[in-house]
């Protein structure tokens, strides 16, 4: 069997098997379900007893009071002096780095007059209060912590929240040592939906937050979806997927590398490789092969090309381009000369890398933009994780004495249009009389 | 029994009074749900067939074909001729204001350079389908047309498609002819659950769109939480609600009017003053039972009042706007003198009318901004519908060699703190050799 398989993009049935190749639906089970709004029933009515109580089964733990389950900022700071000095030094690299990236994306609030003296504008606020999901254990990464705490930070939120599972009681020092760098304000050791519920509702303990972000597993993706509307989420992640365009120039192996970067993520995760030079996808395939030999986790990396990754042959970097915007990818890597030249063909993609030195691995990890990234397609209509999504926007309307006259007169008729008589009287109040 | 109840902010059992008074929460019914899942899984199975079927049981209609759900656009140019002179001239009116203030929100791509010749920014790009779903029947009304199809016509969306049941064949040729001054693209008299499915699913009639906006039913509701995540969609509206803070010298009866105006929406819709000056409080009582006489919809209006409906009494116009940002209500009066001494202390709020001349109403028709708003408290994590809804990003990363050396060690080193060698060999392959 081939280490991953091959389509040509002239083939008559190749729209039907890119459909294949992409098909992937998050599982809705009744049964999660149930087991989750139960969940957030009793942390509602209960409060920190039942995220005690749900904490103790699910994670092993011997939590007693919600003291317990707090970590204090001294102890964030002994963690951050615990770990190896070569680590923290990148972590601090690459905190610096994403705080100054995302420095560029705080919007401003804006105001216009007009001619009668009319005012108009927005005013641009952070929120409050908001939650971090960490998920614990083996998928603990202290990269999330800061892709997800910085931009919170730099959007002027008061309090970030942090809440990561510690089962059996333990609790990654890098992640810690990340919350520490990123300046999360709070941080408790809990995790799955009670979090979420805990979060979204509020404790004695745990205070209400204005919206959650990060990821975790189906209970936690199924709490976030219903909690939506009570406050705010980000979107819920699929598996972590790349497509990468190559005119054929760049070594092999580096191509191969990135997508074996994606496919030691999970099984489940998605790497594919679009080019119009043949002889390249073959050499790509080989040292796939080759390399795929001598990773950690390669049998992790290996399902997921055979399962789920493709070489794709096309006729021009064009058609390579319409492919990507029909995937929408969440990373897309353009390693070809004057990547520039394409990037106004890009419609849909979470992050570009342009140019062969731009490995995906430095947008994971420290390259400055958020590597949380629209999955599945989600790009058609998803950004990246951003300042802008710890802002939020209020509408200014001043009007003067005239424009109240002027605007009263069109919306005392398009009221009136509508069957709403107090709208009416409510404009036609400000209209000059006479 | 009184028309509207009044509380004071100084007394002991404030705080639970403001929190009853403010209780609502939208009914998620296993029953609803059911039946819209069932709906979603016909129309994924059988397309255009099932939207016929569900359209001609729930709307009474006699369509044959999906012919005959579509409108073309010299239907919608007819009902623009044929409408009466003065709507048409206002709705004109209203939506040149519209994109006017619009034009503002356009986000622009950007982009820096780092000493080493490293690139990072962010490209912005319009979604390219974007359905909007506009209620039926007794609800329709042309200004929601406006408000959600001209700021995605303004973000370069390439098709806005609406949608908008015809119970009975019945159509208005307001909300038609405010979809032609739209620009409105494709439309399709279709509702409910089903018209919600087919936008996000597609069907050969209806191709499937990025984002779901627009305020519907419990069923569209129910529909656009299910298929959140296949689509983006927009917040899910609660009831409409005002928040006026007066000083006490605003005539009684132009602050009273504006309160009957978000009453006359509907019983659960939710007005409230808040005003340090106890004589006008009453004042405004009265004005409000008078004025409620007079009203074609008072039996609406006196229910929300009597049971959503409050006067505080607070000892500062500061106090006021703390009561203010608590509640995050959808629309924010602020009827003093020097309005603007107040807004730096406005944290929640989805539009924020400022002076006495500022009546709600134009907000809702014609001063320019969105009427489309965070309800129920989401103002604390939402903004008003603006062109930003219809844009995305896409982080870009560009890395000099020099630049790809210097972030691969970092990445590197983090990459094998998480476990993840091929992250860590895909960045040493571009780092600098010896």
């Known amino acids: 069997m081939p280490v991953i398989r091959q389509l040509d993009s002239l083939a008559p049935d190749f729209d039907a098997q890119l459909e294949m190749l992409l098909a992937w639906e998050s599982v809705a089970d009744r049964r ?11 942390v509602r009515q209960r409060g920190d007893a039942a995220v005690i109580d749900y904490t103790n089964r699910f994670d092993r733990r011997q939590l007693q009071a919600a003291a317990d389950f707090t970590l204090s900022a001294s102890e964030l700071q002994a963690a951050l002096e615990r770990i190896e000095p070569e680590a923290r030094d990148a972590l601090q690299a690459a905190a610096e780095r994403v705080r100054t990236y995302h420095n560029h994306q705080r919007q401003e609030s804006w105001q216009y007059r007009e001619a009668d003296g009319t005012v108009l504008g927005q005013q641009i606020t952070a929120m409050q209060r908001v939650g971090i999901y960490v998920p614990g254990g083996k998928a603990s990464y202290p990269s999330s912590v800061l892709m997800n705490a910085i931009p919170a930070k730099v959007a002027g939120v008061d309090e970030v929240v942090m809440v990561v599972p510690a089962p059996d009681n333990q609790i990654s020092d890098l992640v810690l040592a990340a919350a520490a760098i990123a300046g999360v304000d709070q941080l408790f050791t809990i995790g799955g939906a009670q979090a979420v519920a805990a979060l979204a509702y509020g404790t004695d303990a745990v205070q209400k937050v204005d919206k959650i972000v990060g990821p975790g597993n189906i209970f936690v993706a199924s709490a976030k979806r219903a909690v939506f509307g009570q406050v705010a989420i980000d979107m819920i992640a699929g598996p972590s997927e790349i497509l990468v365009i190559c005119d054929g120039a760049t070594d092999p192996d580096w191509i191969a590398m990135d997508l074996l970067s994606q496919a030691e993520h999970d099984e489940q995760a998605q790497s ?126 001043h009007c003067s004495p005239q424009g109240a006259d002027k605007l009263g007169r069109v919306a005392a008729t398009l009221a009136r249009g509508e069957g709403l008589e107090a709208h009416a009287r409510s404009a036609e109040y400000r209209v000059e009389k006479g």
Chains 1, 2 share one sequence.
Request: charged share 25%; aromatic share 6%; hydrophobic share 45%.
């Open 32 to 42: 999660v379900e149930e087991t989750v709004n139960e969940i957030i029933r009793q």
């Open 272 to 397: 594919i490789l679009v080019s119009p030079d043949g002889a390249f996808l073959e050499a790509v395939a080989l040292s796939l092969e080759k390399l795929l030999a001598e990773l950690p986790r390669r049998d992790i990396a290996a399902t997921s090309l055979a399962e789920r990754g493709a070489l794709i042959a096309v006729d021009s970097i064009e058609s390579a381009i319409a492919i990507a915007n029909r995937i929408a990818p969440e990373h897309l890597e353009v390693s070809v000369d004057e990547p520039e030249r394409y990037l106004p063909m890009i419609r849909n993609a979470g992050a570009i890398f342009m140019g062969r030195y731009t490995a995906e691995a430095l947008g994971d990890y420290c390259a400055g933009p958020n590597h949380v990234l629209p999955t599945s397609g989600t790009a058609r209509f998803s950004s990246p994780l951003g300042v802008y999504d710890f802002q939020k926007r209020s509408s200014i309307i």
